[in-house]
């Protein structure tokens, strides 16, 4: 099993998951039909079905016109909401792509039917994946647009959390370097968040992808997998972790990253009025 990540829009991923004895493919998270199917030349193998996570655009958008360039293609979600969709999935249900093995596993908080997909090979050596949209992020997790604190609790906790441990995480956006400063306020001493966070700065300044992790690692640095933690206690002031997890995502979501300094001479020029003829209405 082979994961091709693939880099879409401003910040989202995608995925083209090949089964190397067949050469069949599956995608998760078809956002931009073009570059995919450049993708799917290049690696000279078969398209057979999209996994969509769920029903925003930024990650089903491009199922419609798969659906009319791949005839025969079957796409699978959760909602209905997904456009194109031909396979309706629920929670524990399994699929059979050639020697990949999928379990769908349903985590509905960031939508009302947002969908993961863990993937493995039996037999093989490599570890299982997951494919976690919007729900599990490096460093963090998604707004809870359409759900609650306790179904994000037992999304990250029993559902998840509860995968094997060497589980990759490819989630459905790169915002490594934000959740990592986030981490940071929350866990100012914790030295692996550091030094994820340097680690990440880094891939980001090289414009290359900080996907996948592992389920073990977010353990160590993922405020919202660290809930029963002391110092996650005392940043919240909550005890129960329903209660932490819900603060520390109102928290987040009114995190902003320092502003840089404006620059002194173009403060003075705005002291001495020296733009006001450019501002001026006409």
């Not at 998760?28 to 398209?47: G, T, W």
């Not at 996994?51 to 209905?80: F, M, Q, S």
């Amino acid at each position: 099993m082979k994961v091709k990540v693939i880099s879409v829009l401003e910040d989202n991923y995608m995925y083209l998951v090949i089964e190397e004895s067949t050469r069949d493919a599956v995608a998760v998270d078809a956002a931009v039909p073009k570059r995919l199917l450049e993708i799917v030349r290049k690696e000279d193998v078969v398209l057979r079905a999209v996994l969509t996570t769920h029903h925003h655009w930024d990650h089903a958008r491009g199922n419609e016109e798969l659906a009319r360039l791949c005839p025969g293609l079957r796409v699978y979600g959760a909602d209905e909401r997904i456009g194109a969709l031909t396979h309706k999935v629920t929670h524990d249900q399994e699929l059979t792509f050639g020697a990949i093995r999928v379990r769908c596993l349903f985590t509905p908080c960031h939508t009302s039917g947002h969908m993961c997909y863990f993937m493995w090979e039996d037999g093989s050596p490599d570890a299982p994946a997951l494919f976690s949209g919007d729900t599990l992020f490096v460093g963090g997790c998604g707004k809870f647009f359409e759900g609650t604190a306790e179904q994000m609790y037992t999304n990250l906790t029993q559902i998840l959390g509860a995968l094997p441990k060497e589980t990759k995480v490819f989630c459905g956006h790169e915002c490594t370097v934000r959740n990592l400063k986030f981490a940071l306020k929350v866990e100012p001493e914790n030295e692996i968040v550091k030094k994820k966070l340097a680690w990440a700065k880094q891939r980001d300044d090289e414009d290359l992808p900080t996907v996948p992790s592992t389920l073990q690692e977010e353990f160590l640095y993922n405020p919202f997998l660290r809930v029963t933690e002391e110092s996650l206690q005392k940043f919240t002031g909550k005890t129960d972790p329903v209660d932490v997890l819900r603060t520390l995502r109102t928290e987040k979501d009114n995190f902003k990253k320092p502003k840089e300094r404006p620059n002194p001479q173009a403060m003075l020029a705005f002291d001495w009025g020296l733009f006001s003829p450019f501002l001026e209405k006409k």
